[in-house]
């Protein structure tokens, strides 16, 4: 069972900042699509924290389109 263990490849959570600048928008941006409950997002006390893998599944599935920056 350890080599399973092995073989996982473990994703690292980013916060507001990094996913903001993965996005090429303002990390009020980002606080937006979280209010509203748009971006797929966790909290860690009261830090936000995401997986990218989550959030460009969320872009590719043409969510972020109902809410642009402005």
């Known amino acids: 069972m350890s080599w399973e263990y092995e ?3 473990v994703e ?4 507001l900042e ?7 928008v303002s990390t009020d941006t980002v606080r937006n699509w ?9 909290r860690a006390g009261k830090r936000y924290k995401f ?5 460009d599944e969320w872009l590719k599935s043409g ?8």
């Open 34 to 42: 979280i209010k509203s409950g748009k971006i797929p997002y966790y």
């Open 12 to 15: 690292k959570w980013v916060n």
């Open 18 to 24: 990094d996913i903001a600048d993965h996005l090429s």
């Open 51 to 55: 997986r990218i893998s989550e959030v």
């Open 63 to 70: 969510k972020m389109n109902d809410e642009n920056e402005g």
């Open 7 to 9: 073989a996982m490849e």
